[in-house]
């Protein structure tokens, strides 16, 4: 239990550090690209966090193929 509870922790990090990766190249561009920019990506991980753990796997995957 506590190994899929690191798991998880794990992936989201990752994911959060993805996010944060994608503000920093977006705090280069104007204002108002970085806000509609910024929307997009806390309704994408709200999407995430709310989306039962095989839809996440499901979703994570469609993330790393692209």
Aim: hydrophobic fraction near 30%.
């Amino acid at each position: 239990m506590q190994a899929e509870h690191a798991t998880k922790l794990s992936k989201e990090i990752s994911h959060l550090s993805d996010l944060i990766g994608e503000m920093e190249g977006k705090c280069q561009q104007p204002p108002s690209d970085l806000l509609q920019g910024l929307t997009h990506s806390v309704a994408l991980y709200v999407g995430f966090c709310t989306q039962d753990s095989d839809s996440q796997r499901r979703t994570a995957m469609l993330w790393t193929d692209s």
